[in-house]
């Protein structure tokens, strides 16, 4: 088994394997489809108010060739709206606690990235979050609130396991994803619809 849908804490043995294994652990129905509602609403708010600003990828400094590696638009949670989204923060704390004491990774601290891909055909490359030595992203957790969501609106997760065996995950509402951010090759297909996802990023 390379991935698991289970009730989202405790973690079990099981989980805390398959996760140092590279898999991906995907918990359903984590926090209700009313807030996954509101935070998709907030979202789609920021992105009207031009709150959402093009992606870089990072080192490279180059906007185009970054613009041609991911489209979405994306802010961070700050104490600009960290109201809108305490509870989606609340359950990232949950995750380093799980991941702190099922897996003893002594997580400290996580960022909390805003993005929107706007459907028309907006993806992001196969990537990986971190690389050894050149970063101290540890663990990504994902969040994803969309209530629309249907097949064919694309979008979906793809993710590389070791064997180059690969999974596609659909962004649906109140779904939470969590992998190891050195280990995990992913990329985001081409989305046929607005979709949003809430990444954390967790610190040592
Ligand atoms: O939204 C997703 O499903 C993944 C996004 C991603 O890979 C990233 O922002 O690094
Ligand atoms: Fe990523």
């Given at each position: 088994m390379i991935s698991a849908q289970v009730d989202w804490c405790p973690w079990t043995d099981e989980m805390v394997q398959l996760l140092g294994d590279g898999g991906v652990l995907i918990f359903d129905s984590v926090l209700g489809l009313g807030t996954a509602a509101s935070t998709f609403n907030t979202v789609l708010k920021l992105a009207q108010d031009g709150n959402l600003k093009h992606a870089g990828v990072g080192r490279s400094g180059n906007l185009r060739q970054d613009a041609a590696i991911r489209q979405d638009l994306i802010t961070w949670v700050d104490e600009t709206n960290a109201h809108e989204f305490s509870r989606v923060t609340a359950l990232f704390e949950g995750v380093r606690t799980a991941a702190n004491e099922h897996?003893?990774?002594?997580l400290k601290r996580f960022d909390t990235q805003v993005a929107l891909y706007s459907g028309n055909g907006a993806h992001y490359d196969r990537h990986r979050d971190a690389f050894h030595g050149k970063s101290s992203r540890t663990l990504t957790a994902i969040y994803y609130p969309n209530v629309h969501w249907e097949p064919t609106h694309g979008g979906q997760l793809r993710v590389f396991f070791a064997d180059e065996k690969v999974e596609d995950i659909e962004p649906v509402a109140d779904r939470l994803v969590v992998f190891l951010s050195e280990v995990l090759d992913h990329q985001v297909l081409p989305t046929h619809a607005p979709r949003a996802a809430l990444t954390a990023w967790f610190y040592p």
């Open positions: 897996c003893w990774m002594g």
